[in-house]
C-alpha cells in the first residue's frame, strides 16, 4: 500500500454481545483495526476467539436477536455500516464486500444451478441482461479455473467435488468486483493439495485484481504463506498485531507463543509429544474486567486479574494487549 493511502475498511470498538437463556455472552469486545488497499490481513486465534463473529458483525450477517452489535463503527468508503438501513447493507454485501463462507456445501443453494447463483448478483447489483450474466458468470468459472465452464453452469452443486464448490464460492464472492473480500476458513474442510490449490488461486486473484482480503483461520502456516499482516485473537479481543514477519520471528504476547508452539514441526525426535495449551478459552459473562489469558497464561501477575491490558506498541506496526515486558529476561528465556 502507498504510503498515507487512506484505508479501506476502518473498524473501531467493534463490541457484539449474544442473548441466551444462560445470560449474554460477550463475543467480541472493543475491536479496532484496520484494512489497507490490496493488502492480505490475517486473522488467527483458537475457535471460540471471536474471529468470524467479528467479520460477520461487520456487515450485518449474524442474526438478531439473539445477535446484537452494541458499539463501535465500521467505516467503509465514507459511510458507517453499523448504520446504515438492512437495504443500505444488501447493497454492499456481495457487491462492495465480498464473503467467503467455510462449507461451500450449506453456503450453494442445492435446488439452484451454479450458473444461477453465479448470475443472481450480476443481475441485482450490476444490472446485468440474462444472457450477460452468463457471460460473466462463465468468466468467473474460467477465472477460478473451472474446466469447461459453459457446461458447468447449469449443474448443480452436488456435481462439483470440494474443491471445486469452493471456487464457486470464490467465484459468486467475486462477481461484482468488491473491493473488500472476506474469507472465513474457506479451506478447512479441504485435503492439503487442494488447499493449496486454492491458496495459489486466491494469490493469483488478489494480484490481478488488487483487492483486500481478510482472511480468517486457525492455521498459522497457511497465514505464513500468504499474509503480509496478522492479528490474533483470544477471548473477542485481539491480543497482538503485527507484519507477518514480525510476527513470526518476535512474538511477543504469551498466547501468540504459545499458539506458535502447538504448530507440529517435522525436526526433533519421532516420540515428542505435541504442545498443548492447557485449558480453554472463557466464555465472557460480562465486559471484561480483566486478562483474559490470564488463567492459562505462565506469566500471569496479580495486575491481570485486577485490569484488562489494552494494546500498546512495542515495535513498528507491533502492539500487544499485555502487562508482561518483553523486554525481561525471563520472557526471553521462555
Known amino acids: 500500500m502507498p504510503d498515507g493511502a487512506a484505508p479501506v475498511l476502518d473498524v473501531k470498538d467493534l463490541k457484539t454481545v449474544f442473548r441466551t437463556r444462560g445470560g449474554e455472552v460477550h463475543a467480541v469486545n472493543s475491536v479496532s483495526f484496520d484494512l489497507r488497499p490490496g493488502e492480505l490481513l490475517g486473522v488467527v486465534g483458537e475457535s471460540g476467539s471471536g474471529k468470524s463473529v467479528t467479520m ?21 468508503e465514507g459511510i458507517d455500516l453499523l448504520n446504515c ?17 467455510q462449507d ?37 468459472l474460467e477465472l477460478v479455473g473451472i474446466p469447461d465452464a459453459e457446461r458447468r453452469l447449469d449443474d448443480y452443486p452436488h456435481q462439483f467435488s470440494g474443491g471445486m464448490r469452493q471456487r464457486v464460492m470464490i467465484a459468486i464472492a467475486l462477481a461484482c468486483d468488491p473491493k473488500v473480500l472476506i474469507a472465513d476458513e474457506p479451506t478447512t474442510a479441504l485435503d492439503v493439495t487442494i488447499q493449496a490449490q486454492i491458496l495459489e488461486l486466491v494469490k493469483d486473484l488478489r494480484q490481478k485484481l488488487g483487492m483486500a482480503i ?28 503485527a507484519p ?20 507440529p514441526s517435522v525436526r526433533g525426535s519421532r516420540t515428542a509429544k505435541l504442545n498443548v495449551i492447557e485449558g480453554q478459552p472463557p466464555i465472557q459473562k460480562a465486559e ?9 497464561c505462565a506469566h500471569a501477575m496479580p495486575r491481570c486479574a485486577q485490569e484488562n491490558p489494552q494494546r500498546r506498541m512495542v515495535g513498528p506496526g507491533h502492539d500487544i494487549a499485555c502487562f508482561w515486558d518483553p523486554g525481561m529476561q525471563e520472557w526471553q528465556d521462555d
Request: glycine fraction near 10%; charged fraction near 20%; charge should be positive.
Open 104 to 140: 461451500p456445501m450449506t453456503s450453494l443453494n442445492p435446488v439452484f444451478t451454479v450458473g444461477f447463483q453465479l448470475m443472481e448478483p450480476l443481475r441485482k447489483h450490476m444490472g446485468l441482461g440474462k444472457r450477460d450474466a452468463r457471460v460473466r458468470a462463465r468468466e468467473l
Open 288 to 296: 471484561p474486567a480483566a486478562c483474559a489469558f490470564r488463567g492459562r
Open 214 to 241: 481478510v482472511w480468517i483461520t486457525h492455521d498459522l502456516g497457511v497465514i505464513a504463506g500468504i499474509a503480509d499482516r496478522v492479528i490474533v485473537m483470544y477471548g473477542g479481543q485481539i491480543v497482538e498485531q
Open 244 to 263: 507477518v514477519r514480525e510476527l513470526f520471528g518476535n512474538p511477543r504476547h504469551p498466547y501468540t507463543r504459545a499458539l506458535l508452539r502447538t504448530v
Open 56 to 76: 460477520m458483525s461487520l456487515i450485518g450477517l449474524l442474526p438478531t436477536p439473539p445477535a446484537d452489535v452494541r458499539g463501535g463503527t465500521v467505516m467503509f
Open 85 to 101: 438501513s438492512e437495504a443500505e447493507l444488501r447493497s454492499v454485501r456481495g457487491a462492495r464486500i465480498g464473503f467467503i463462507f
